[in-house]
């Protein structure tokens, strides 16, 4: 009894303590969510929490320590709870040889009180509720800051575009007070326009660009010049600090502000090119053949994607009928069944039933789909194929007829089959279902038969000798201790190899496989559903045709059998009359479009050494600067600091290396490798002495 | 005398001392310690006496170690360096006299010889150039060299390149740290190639670039350890655009072979003559970029206008005899290449003999080519089932699988003879390989063709060239003419053997590329900064030093040590603090009892 006691003493210790310290974990969950939401908030990692988390768990641990609890106090703690105990629990723990009468009295009582106590959990876990509710909040207080902050962060940096973040730190005129940039982006782009504080500038392909510059003093003339050639004069709006202009961006590039005849450092323009639509055509394959008896119709099924919206999509499907020279083409435009609102992301599905499209056995349907975005920029998949499969060639006896090898009723049998179930599917309506099931049946009949005379050449089983066999197969005398008969009649054989013709492996594994379609055909059958038989009988028989094909052999044409040529009168014409054709040309190797730079390189180098610039070289980089300009003009990002650099080195006295090194590099990526062309090495001046010496060497060789 | 007077009188007075204070210690009432106090009273006038007396010892000793010259050098190391009295430490470098202060610094080494005289000099640290070795006028020297440098020790590059070849680094560097070291190849602000060099290692190391540019262009060494970018040296190269060469084509019929190689070198501005027969002694001729002349007759004249002639084998044995004996007189004295087509006509002909033929039955291989050493990108080639069986005097050039030789070359004469089996190569550039189609057809021509013979100035310099120390170079002229280095006209010294060799001694000033003129050609050489490349500067001086130490060794004067007695006197310290100790050892007994 005080055993138990004690026991269950331990017990609510232990559970004591798990409570503590779930409510610890619960507890530093909440203080690690906190964190995670302000890292969010001041954009950090979120995944800094986790330590976070482990510290604050390890630290309450710590001070906690809840595992040191002592059974007394669990006592003294049921003491406080249940009053029936009588304040007696502590007594169960001191050994009862140390107390008196009274005592044990008293702890006899509490033991058995405390056996029929059934204690709660929720004195317990009093601590956890409280941990659990503040992980609650601050789990929503993460949500909110994730939802909240998050969502204006995206919109931030949709608004105004990763790329732009990329831009080296620019430098103004001093006269330049102030600089609010503008950019309207065009109409398809359903884009709202914005502002920037910022020369550098990327825009949509066709967005309108306003400038507005404030200068601290009176200025008398402005313009931004563009890429070295266009300017665009800047306008005063107001006593002479005020000035605007406003231009379409269709092309990058780079630009220049001059206040009163000084230019500016080069700022980049970047623009954002409209892709077209993509297109990704989920179903049907590329080329899909529909064998006779499975459903005459394509689902179409594709996602289609821009960048900024889809304007439309269409279906141009192609029917090709007739053959040879007979085939004639029809043109159809389908639309997809969903209405384009511009959105950047459509799924979309078209069934096409090809009935509807007049399409016949033996027909074939080409289509590709084809989009238009919003800026009308049209983009289309490669062509797919569609082909119905041609019973009408199937049934016929065109080739049968003229067939070598395999005897011509079988085939007709399958034929047989097939134009009897269309018959029967033909006569549903008017006959009993009695009749024909039974039909069905016997046709099951057919095809099994044909099946196994098929069997027959590969060698299977002969079914057919089946059943009860007459005893008296060995009773003729005459066929005594004729151990063959013997066997023959009193064993079960099953696959003769030599009843087996000798086929090709590759002809073997097709009658195989039409073996296999009969048997699915007979099942349907059998099953009473010529419908569903029809499509591998129709494989069957295709097969069977091909098979018939393998078996043909052509004869080819003889080769031409020229006269034979008399020796004698050989080269012997006369040639006097034949001129000696010259030809003669110049072809000048194309010039190197490289030259300018290539020669800029020679001079930087020079100029690391000693950076003074003379005329000389002062011209050759002033090429390079052109070259560089026109690739910066198309590639702002990359060559753009090259550019400044070049004319920084170009404008300053002083040249400064790591000016050099920049262009150096921008020159090495625009250089194309040489190719490699024969050369020959310099003959090096030795008076003569080699030649001798290789024309004795000559003379001592044999 | 009046020293032994003196001893015996600090004895005596001593003497009576000791006994009047035994006397005191005995007669005293307490007797408690009295030994002890009897030998401190001993110990102290004992001790009194000695230091009054000049108390000395004799040792036998190596007397006046023989005068040592020691010259200390850059990257010497002071623990290696055996302190000696009668050792004088000389420097003739700034940066060695401030990490060793006792060095006296020389102006010259012409100083230190004559205080030398006959001893030998020890050289400590990395030793000295040539140049200054030169300038101890063959004093015996005993070399103590240090650590083998750590970093670049030994670095070479082709520094004359053509337009189109790769440039290729190759060197060894010591990484004694415990980390990687990367090495990065700069050119043009750009990391063209890299290479990582294992820790605690010594390792040879090869780096590649295609020069995009010609001219001169400055290559930079760099290596990276724990993100410290040093560079280590430069790597200058001069990379010249392609003089375009003569070709003379000659077929026995119209082919695509002949068509293709005639468009591809008369695009590159190439001057291409061909001549195909169309009948019997009637030939088709094409000139591109050259002038027209008759192509009839294979004259001296004519053959002397082209660098090179190529032709299948047929055309070759087809010649008429005069214009064949031309062709080989030109070839073996003028040093006019010839490219073979070879083909299984069996005649043997001069051009041939050296190249014979194997057949292969079978079927006729496809595959990719391996052109001096490396292995053609792509394409993939019919290359037949012929090829050429090596024989002794040959160089085989383009090799197929199994090293089957598909081309090959030897020196006919003057002249260069190639021999290819390769008949269809038009299908690679026609497959849109031309890249391998131009590797091929130009490993074949360089190699044939007839040296240039207009570029008449050659010249090499010795060792690695440093600002401020004499560089001595090699110009290489038939004719005698005036040399001049940037801008200033030079001595130039003849080869007493070699008549057309002239060697000048210069001292480049600064660094960077120098000019050399000579009839009117300018040539480019440059002269590094003293810091770059230092790994390779030292490891030549200790080569250089160590080979000087071989052949001056000192001679084997066997100098006798002479042992002489040393008096040494016994530092009177202790005997203070013996003499300190006992009365110190008296006054406290005296206190306590």
């Given at each position: 009894m005080a055993e138990q006691a004690l026991y269950k003493i331990n017990a609510l210790r232990h559970r004591w303590i798990t409570y503590q310290v779930l409510a610890d974990a619960a507890l530093s969950a909440a203080i690690a969510l906190l964190a995670a939401g302000l890292f969010l908030l001041l954009g950090w990692i979120v995944w800094f929490a986790f330590p976070v988390f482990w510290a604050s768990f390890g630290l309450m641990l710590a001070l906690h320590r809840p595992w040191r609890v002592r059974n007394s106090k669990i006592a003294g703690f049921l003491d406080k709870e249940y009053p029936e105990l009588q304040e007696s629990t502590g007594l169960l723990l001191l050994p009862a040889g140390e107390l008196n009468v009274l005592q044990l009295l008293a702890r006899s009582k509490a033991e058995s009180v405390l056996y029929n106590l059934e204690v709660e959990h929720k004195p317990f876990a009093k601590r956890l509720w409280r941990s659990v509710l503040l992980l609650a909040l601050s789990a929503l207080f993460f949500m909110a800051v994730k939802i909240l902050y998050h969502s204006q962060h995206?919109?931030?940096?949709?608004?105004?575009?990763?790329?732009?973040?990329?831009?080296?730190?620019?430098?103004?005129?001093?006269?330049?007070?102030?600089?609010?940039?503008?950019?309207?982006?065009?109409?398809y782009t359903r884009k709202t326009k914005r502002e920037q504080d910022r020369f550098n500038l990327s825009a949509e392909e066709g967005a309108t660009v306003a400038w507005q510059i404030k200068t601290n003093v009176a200025i008398k003339n402005a313009f931004l010049l563009f890429n070295d050639k266009e300017r665009i004069s800047l306008k005063n709006t107001g006593d002479g600090t005020r000035w605007q202009a406003a231009k379409a961006i269709t092309q990058p590039g780079f630009y220049q502000v001059s206040i009163d005849g000084k230019l500016s450092e080069l700022y980049q323009v970047q623009v954002i090119k409209d892709a077209p639509p993509v297109i990704h055509v989920k179903t049907p394959k590329p080329s899909t053949y529909i064998d006779a008896g499975e459903a005459p119709q394509v689902n179409i099924i594709t996602s289609l994607t821009d960048d900024y919206g889809i304007a439309d999509a269409l279906i141009i499907a192609t029917v090709a009928k007739g053959r040879g020279e007979g085939v004639k083409f029809k043109e159809y435009k389908l639309n997809f069944s969903t209405a384009f609102a511009g959105q950047p992301k459509y799924d979309v599905q078209k069934l096409i039933s090809l009935p509807a499209l007049n399409m016949e056995p033996g027909d074939e349907l080409y289509f590709y789909v084809d989009a238009k975005d919003t800026h009308q920029q049209q983009s289309r998949t490669d062509v797919f194929t569609v082909a119905l499969q041609d019973t009408a060639e199937l049934l016929s006896m065109d080739g049968v007829l003229s067939g070598a090898n395999l005897k011509p009723e079988f085939f007709r049998s399958e034929r047989q089959i097939i134009i009897d179930a269309e018959k029967l599917l033909k006569d549903k309506d008017s006959i009993s279902v009695e009749k024909f099931n039974a039909r069905s049946n016997d046709l099951g009949i057919d095809q099994k038969l044909l099946r196994l005379r098929y069997g027959k050449f590969l060698g299977e089983e002969d079914e057919t000798g089946e059943g009860p066999k007459s005893s008296d197969g060995v009773a003729d005398p005459a066929d005594f201790s004729n151990a063959a008969k013997i066997l023959k009649e009193y064993t079960d054989d099953h696959d003769k190899a030599e009843d087996a013709q000798f086929f090709e492996p590759a002809i073997k594994a097709q009658l195989k496989a039409t073996l296999t379609e009969m048997w699915k055909a007979e099942l349907q059958l059998r099953l009473y559903k010529p419908q569903a038989a029809l499509p591998f009988a129709y494989k069957a028989l295709r097969l069977l045709k091909d098979l018939q094909q393998k078996s043909r052999s052509y004869v080819a044409k003889t080769a031409y059998n020229p006269t034979p040529i008399k020796l004698d009168k050989r080269l012997t014409g006369e040639l006097d009359k034949v001129i000696q054709p010259i030809n003669k040309q110049e072809i000048k190797p194309g010039a190197d479009q490289f030259e300018g730079l290539k020669k800029a390189v020679e001079v930087l180098e020079q100029l690391k050494i000693r950076p003074v610039l003379s005329v000389a070289d002062n011209r050759v980089l002033q090429v390079a600067n052109q070259q560089l300009s026109v690739r910066a003009s198309a590639q702002p990002g990359i060559y753009l600091t090259a550019l400044s650099a070049m004319r920084r080195i170009l404008s300053v006295q002083k040249v400064n290396i790591t000016d050099i090194g920049i262009v150096e590099r921008a020159i090495q990526k625009t250089l194309a490798a040489p190719k490699l062309m024969p050369s020959t090495d310099g003959q090096s001046a030795d008076m003569g002495l080699s030649r001798s010496y290789y024309k004795n060497l000559k003379q001592a060789k044999p | 005398m009046m020293q032994a007077n003196w001893n015996y009188m600090v004895i005596g007075l001593c003497v009576l001392l000791?006994?009047?204070?035994?006397?005191?210690?005995?007669?005293?009432?307490?007797?408690?310690?009295?030994?002890?106090?009897?030998?401190?009273?001993?110990?102290?006038?004992?001790?009194?006496?000695?230091?009054?007396?000049?108390?000395?010892?004799?040792?036998?000793?190596?007397?006046?170690?023989?005068?040592?010259?020691?010259?200390?050098?850059?990257?010497?190391?002071?623990d290696t360096l055996k302190s000696n009295a009668n050792q004088k430490v000389f420097a003739i470098d700034g940066a060695v006299k401030k990490a060793f202060p006792k060095a006296i610094l020389l102006s010259s080494l012409d100083e230190l010889c004559d205080t030398l005289q006959a001893h030998s000099l020890h050289i400590y640290g990395n030793g000295l150039s040539p140049f200054k070795l030169a300038q101890l006028d063959s004093a015996a020297v005993i070399f103590h060299p240090s650590e083998p440098p750590s970093g670049v020790s030994h670095i070479s590059w082709k520094e004359k390149l053509k337009a189109g070849q790769e440039l290729q680094v190759q060197g060894r560097y010591r990484n004694p740290s415990a980390q990687k070291v990367k090495l990065l190849l700069k050119g043009l602000n750009t990391i063209l190639d890299t290479v990582t060099i294992k820790p605690n290692a010594q390792a040879d190391f090869d780096l590649t670039t295609l020069p995009k540019t010609t001219g001169k262009v400055v290559y930079t060494l760099q290596s990276v350890l724990d993100a410290d970018t040093i560079t280590l040296g430069s790597i200058p190269v001069q990379t010249d655009a392609i003089k375009p060469l003569k070709v003379l084509m000659l077929s026995a019929s119209p082919g695509f072979e002949v068509r293709f190689l005639k468009n591809w070198l008369s695009q590159n501005g190439y001057a291409v003559a061909v001549r195909s027969a169309i009948s019997k002694y009637k030939y088709n001729s094409e000139f591109i970029n050259i002038p027209q002349f008759s192509l009839d007759r294979l004259t001296p004249p004519t053959l002397s206008k082209f660098d090179i002639v190529m032709g299948d084998l047929s055309t070759f044995n087809t010649l008429s005899a005069a214009d064949a004996s031309s062709l080989k007189q030109e070839v073996e004295n003028k040093g006019l290449g010839v490219i073979v087509q070879a083909d299984s006509t069996g005649k043997t002909s001069w051009l041939q003999k050296d190249f014979p033929l194997d057949k292969l039955s079978g079927k006729e291989v496809v595959s990719s080519l391996i052109i001096d050493g490396k292995k053609s990108a792509s394409a993939q080639l019919n290359i037949g089932n012929t090829f050429i069986r090596y024989q002794n005097g040959t160089q085989p050039l383009v090799t197929g699988p199994q090293n089957r030789i598909l081309a090959g070359g030897s020196i006919a004469g003057s002249g260069k003879l190639v021999v290819t089996t390769l008949g269809n190569t038009y299908t690679s550039a026609l497959s849109g390989n031309q890249q391998d189609y131009s590797a091929l057809w130009s490993a074949l021509i360089s190699k044939a063709a007839r040296r240039d013979t207009s570029i008449q100035n050659t010249f090499s310099v010795q060792g690695l060239p440093v600002v401020g120390e004499p560089v001595q170079l090699q110009v290489a002229s038939g004719k005698t003419s005036a040399v001049s280095i940037n801008g200033e006209t030079v001595a130039i010294e003849q080869n007493p053997a070699i008549p057309f060799e002239w060697n000048v001694n210069y001292h480049p000033a600064?660094?960077?590329?120098?000019?050399?003129?000579?009839?009117?050609?300018?040539?480019?050489?440059?002269?590094?900064?003293?810091?770059?490349?230092?790994?390779?500067?030292?490891?030549?001086?200790?080569?250089?030093?160590?080979k000087y130490a071989l052949e001056n060794q000192p001679g084997h004067i066997v100098t006798k040590q002479i042992h002489q007695k040393l008096r040494i006197e016994v530092p009177k310290i202790y005997f203070y603090i013996l003499l300190l100790a006992a009365c110190t050892f008296l006054w406290v007994d005296r206190k306590l009892f």
């Open positions: 995206h919109k931030w940096t949709r608004g105004i575009g990763i790329a732009e973040q990329k831009f080296p730190m620019e430098k103004i005129l001093p006269q330049i007070d102030g600089i609010e940039l503008t950019i309207t982006p065009p109409a | 000791a006994i009047f204070l035994l006397w005191q210690e005995v007669s005293r009432a307490n007797k408690k310690w009295l030994w002890y106090r009897i030998i401190a009273v001993l110990i102290a006038s004992a001790m009194l006496a000695c230091i009054a007396l000049p108390i000395s010892y004799q040792k036998f000793d190596a007397a006046n170690p023989p005068e040592e010259f020691v010259l200390l050098t850059q990257g010497f190391n002071a600064r660094s960077g590329w120098q000019s050399l003129v000579q009839n009117g050609k300018t040539e480019w050489w440059y002269a590094f900064d003293k810091t770059d490349w230092d790994g390779v500067q030292n490891t030549a001086k200790i080569a250089a030093t160590d």
